[in-house]
């Protein structure tokens, strides 16, 4: 009988703690995980990348990835968004679509 009763409670007091720390998990803000953090921040940087990288960057094949290159070495580093627009093939639509994945 003792033993059906510590068990009885034992049972109860892990509900109890279950209950306690789901409550204060629901109370904790959602944050993005520092991962994904991490991943934002990561953003290859256009004046220091190799054709290679540019190439990988959604919408850079070879042939924009060399004018942007051109484009550095004949005016220097590119400062922002504006500015690579400048690149001969590149778009507003294009540099927008490039800056999220590009630092400057």
Known sequence: MKI???????ASLACAVNLTVAQELAKAPLSVPAAAKVADKAKLNI?????EQLVAVPGIGEKKAQAIKDYISANGPIKDQKQLTEVKGIGDKLAAKVAEHVSF
């Open 47 to 51: 004046n220091q990348a190799s054709i």
């Open 4 to 10: 059906a009763l510590v068990a009885a409670v034992m």
